[in-house]
Nanobody, 118 residues
Framework: QVQLVEYGGGLVQAGGSLRLSCVVS????????MGWYRQAPGKQRELVASITSGGITNYVDSVKGRFTISRDNTKNTVYLQMNSLEPEDTAVYYCKANRVSDWRINYWGQGTQVTVSS
């Protein structure tokens, strides 16, 4: 069974930084594209950043220049470095794995809370 476990959420002041980690177990990490989503109270879940198995990244406009997604295949881990955090970044952040060969197969992490105070 594929499992995703997230770490790194917490409470920070505006302008601060956090790094989220997502560790994938139970399958070959290299066959998955990875993404970070977030969902704020009363709002729809949105894709924040993604990275392909080949290292190609993409970001939602609101986080460009502030967030960086990366992956370490030796540790089966994807990261989201978040700098210059704003109160609008407050949300539950979810890690997602998508199998490259079949996008119908995907897995989600449990979510980690990020709260940014003004």
């Amino acid at each position: 069974q594929v499992q995703l476990v997230e770490y790194g959420g917490g409470l920070v002041q505006a302008g601060g930084s956090l790094r989220l980690s997502c560790v994938v177990s139970g399958s070959l990490f290299s066959i998955y594209a990875m993404g970070w989503y977030r969902q704020a109270p009363g709002k729809q879940r949105e894709l924040v950043a993604s990275i392909t198995s080949g290292g190609i990244t993409n970001y939602v406009d609101s986080v460009k220049g502030r967030f960086t997604i990366s992956r370490d295949n030796t540790k089966n881990t994807v990261y989201l470095q978040m700098n210059s955090l704003e109160p609008e970044d407050t949300a539950v952040y979810y890690c997602k794995a998508n199998r490259v060969s079949d996008w119908r197969i995907n897995y989600w992490g449990q979510g980690t809370q990020v709260t940014v105070s003004s």
